[in-house]
């Protein structure tokens, strides 16, 4: 008869203590309305903020015109059209960089209170290396880094600058107005400075501003050999090409790093992997980002590029930010089939009529030759011996194509633009230690393209490009 009494008394209890553990923290399902999840390839899932009501968020921040005109913006250039699986957009490659960044900001928290006691709080220091790693890319044009080279260089600037105007201008009140991270809400009164990100997403330093000691010792996690930035693109974009690369472990890159004395530092333990990414990154440039049939294409949209936006950007995009949110690859592809369809000898007609051959896959450029030289020869040479040793009155059906890559890039925050190692035998930061790795990688890989217009003329180019480069060659394809 006494059975029941037993439950209905640990009954009893567990619902007191359900009631003592609400009035002591908020509701935990609170946090499925507050932090989103995005399914990844890459990592599963990643982690959003949703948000409050009436607060601003991650997921708010990301919705805005400037990061959505990110998904019409091919995160690979020109490969997209040799690869036609690589249809990934920057936007994705951004979410990848922001979900790193929490990665590093969580695994470097207890070492930069140790270094800096008086860092803001853990959710402040995890939101600005997030904005950062989401936003260092936002001022890309159409294109990518073609834009930079075709367009924005008649104004001294590149993506990086374009993208520090937006953080600090157009994108400014949406990021101080954000006051959590994934992990939990900023301390009482804190908010993230636009200028914070703008200085650490990007290499070089902002004339007139110095970065507070505990933000400029995290600048390796964006500027740096092993960043959120190449970590991200470099196994995403060859997971996206379908293509097979070496181990990146980017786990135990994360993993073995941490804040020593002013800057990030990598462990010893994670050296071998480290340069394991570093020879993976090098594969896919010279095989993917360089790719000489990638080279095609672009050898023949610099024939019409810059000339096809003049009509569509009225001048330096600074100047213009409205048409330049309008501008993206679909805008341009879209805008160039239309002028098919113009009158006959106007120049939308002649423009129109050069990317419909470009997009055929009609290119007027063939490869004739192709080598790959030993680092740090002069680029301006290179041209100056091939084309002095091709007949004068053929220059204008040659072309020489040098794609130069350095292997690791550099990091503000060191002499030798490396990353410093930490010896776990001395307990110090060996530079010695470092300098070997950097002997051990090819600092530069020059690879040279001779392209002709003329099908007659492969076999003379090829040989006349052989011979001006004989001492140079290392290998050739």
């Keep these: 008869m006494a059975t029941g009494r037993p439950p209905r008394t640990r009954t009893k209890k567990r619902k007191r203590a359900r009631a003592r553990a609400r009035t002591r923290r908020p509701d935990p399902a609170s946090r499925f309305s507050e932090v989103n999840l995005i399914a990844d390839p890459l990592y599963g899932y990643i982690e959003i903020t949703k948000g409050r009501s009436g607060e601003n968020s991650e997921s708010r921040l990301l919705d ?86 075709e367009v924005l260089s008649r104004w001294q600037l590149d993506h990086e600058l374009v993208g520090r105007r937006l953080v600090t ?74 293509i097979s690369l070496g181990p990146v472990e980017v786990r135990r890159i994360i993993h073995y790093t941490f804040v020593d004395g002013d800057t990030v530092v990598l462990h ?74 113009e009158p006959a000898g106007t120049e939308q007609r002649r423009l129109g009529d050069a990317w419909a051959r470009i997009t055929a896959r009609d290119l007027r450029w063939r490869l004739a030759y192709e080598t790959v030289l030993r680092r740090g020869s002069d680029v301006d040479a290179i041209r100056d011996r091939v084309v002095a040793s091709v007949d004068t009155e053929l220059h204008g059906d040659v072309e020489v194509d040098v794609a130069t890559t350095r292997v690791a890039p550099h ?9 410093n190692v930490f010896d776990p035998l001395t307990h110090t930061v060996e530079h010695a230690r470092t300098a070997a790795v950097i002997e051990r990688l090819p600092q530069f890989n020059q690879v040279v393209r001779v392209f002709t217009s003329r099908e007659d003329l492969l076999r003379t180019v090829h040989d006349a490009a052989a011979t001006a480069l004989d001492s140079e060659r290392i290998t050739e394809r």
Excluded at 282 to 307: A, C, K, P
Excluded at 411 to 419: C, D, H, L, R
Aim: charged share 20%; hydrophobic share 45%; with cysteine.
């Design 64 to 149: 805005s015109p400037w990061l959505q005109r990110l998904r019409r913006i091919h995160q690979l250039q020109s490969a997209w059209w040799v690869f036609p699986t690589a249809e990934h957009s920057r936007f994705v490659h951004l979410l990848g960089a922001m979900h790193l960044a929490s990665m590093f900001a969580r695994r470097l928290d207890a070492s930069l209170r140790d270094a800096f006691p008086d860092a803001p709080s853990p959710a402040l220091v995890e939101e600005t290396l997030r904005l950062a790693g989401l936003l260092h890319d936002v001022g890309h044009g159409p294109f990518g880094h073609f834009f930079d080279q």
């Design 169 to 242: 201008h157009e994108l400014a009140d949406q990021i101080a107005s954000l006051r959590a991270s994934p992990s939990g809400d900023f301390d009482s009164g804190e908010h993230v400075d636009p200028m914070w990100v703008a200085w650490i997403m990007a290499d070089p330093d902002i004339a007139g501003y110095t970065p507070p000691a505990w933000l400029r010792a995290l600048k390796p996690v964006l500027c740096g050999p092993a960043t959120v930035d190449n970590l991200d693109y470099v196994p995403r974009d060859a997971y996206m090409c379908g």
């Design 268 to 341: 010893a333990h994670a050296v071998a992997a480290l340069e394991m990414f570093l020879a993976s990154r090098l594969y896919m440039y010279l095989n993917v980002y360089h790719h000489r049939t990638g080279r095609r294409f672009d050898l023949s949209l610099r024939e019409v590029f810059s000339q096809t936006i003049d009509l569509l950007l009225p001048g330096n995009p600074l100047n213009h930010m409205s048409s330049y949110l309008q501008l993206n690859d679909w805008s341009v592809l879209e805008t160039v089939q239309r002028w098919q369809h």
């Design 411 to 419: 990091n503000p925050m060191t002499e030798n633009g490396m990353v």
